[in-house]
């Protein structure tokens, strides 16, 4: 009797299969393995890549969206300083010829000399100051109904087509030089240049009674004094006419920062990017 391998013939296991059927089938449970994680693999990262292009969608939109709140807001600003420069330019052909005034459109702000309105030293107006305050109002109760709500009379007919801003306040503000002062009734230069900052309230409302109800949008007074003393010179040279320019009143006017749904929803926007980007790291 020949044995299996003179036979040429492959032995057989006790069940009946071959050792090379046996590694064959192996070899396919391997492959179809491999086939299976090859697609998942293959599943996942397309669903990586539709998330990826979604979020890349969202993120354009985002962006579309924010550009577009970003220049309604820098439209609205630019009206607003464009609505007080048109207003610093009425007051200023108002008094053109009649009270000298500095004009100062960047900064918004309306200035007179000190000397046109007080002795140095003092808070008493001179007597000829007196009608250059007046004129001085007379501009102010004309022009400024139509940035502010007034509190008894509404703005005239004329605001409509002219005001497109609004005041959120205006600051009398006063100025003085470096020369130290303290007397019974002024410690300092602070004391002083509030105290003419607030006679020149008093005389203009004096004069226009309808100034001292004007109101902002908040139905808050409009108009307000304060006082810087020597701190805020135009001219630090320290020569006479260096201190007589630093003693000075000054009308401050301050817009109404647009707070409009564009650019609220802006803000909130960019504080929801900040915290969502604070949560991914």
């Given at each position: ?34 086939l299976f994680i090859f697609i998942i693999m293959l599943m996942a990262f397309a669903l990586n890549m539709r998330d990826a292009e979604r979020k890349m969608s969202d993120a354009a939109s985002e962006s579309a969206e924010a550009q577009r709140k970003l220049s309604n807001a820098t439209r609205e600003l630019t009206e607003s300083d464009l ?20 004009v100062d459109e960047e900064n918004g702000t309306l200035q007179l000399g000190d000397d046109v309105l007080f002795p140095k030293g003092s808070a008493e107006t001179y ?155």
């Amino acid at each position: 009797m020949r044995s299996a391998a003179a036979s040429g013939r492959r032995p057989r296991r006790a069940d009946g299969q071959s050792e090379g059927g046996n590694y064959f089938a192996s070899m396919t449970d391997l492959m179809l393995g491999l086939l299976f994680i090859f697609i998942i693999m293959l599943m996942a990262f397309a669903l990586n890549m539709r998330d990826a292009e979604r979020k890349m969608s969202d993120a354009a939109s985002e962006s579309a969206e924010a550009q577009r709140k970003l220049s309604n807001a820098t439209r609205e600003l630019t009206e607003s300083d464009l609505a007080r420069r048109e207003m610093l330019r009425q007051l200023a052909q108002l008094l053109q010829g009649q009270v000298p005034v500095i004009v100062d459109e960047e900064n918004g702000t309306l200035q007179l000399g000190d000397d046109v309105l007080f002795p140095k030293g003092s808070a008493e107006t001179y007597p000829e100051a007196l009608p250059k305050l007046r004129l001085l109002g007379k501009a102010l109760d004309a022009v400024l109904p139509c940035y502010a709500l007034a509190a008894a009379v509404p703005p005239p007919g004329y605001c409509a087509a002219t005001s497109k801003g609004r005041l959120e306040a205006v600051y009398i503000e006063g100025h003085t030089d470096a020369t130290p002062i303290r007397t019974s009734r002024f410690q300092n230069n602070w004391d002083l240049s509030a105290a003419r900052a607030s006679e020149t309230f008093k005389k203009l409302v004096e004069a226009f009674p309808g100034l001292g109800g004007l109101r902002n949008d908040r139905n808050e007074r409009l108009i307000g004094v304060s006082g810087y003393g020597e701190l805020r010179p135009v001219d630090e040279s320290g020569t006479p006419e260096a201190m007589q320019k630093n003693r000075r009143i000054e009308l401050r006017f301050i817009m109404v920062s647009p707070r409009t749904p564009a650019l609220d929803g802006l803000m909130e926007q960019i504080r929801g990017n900040q915290i969502r980007n604070k949560g991914s790291r």
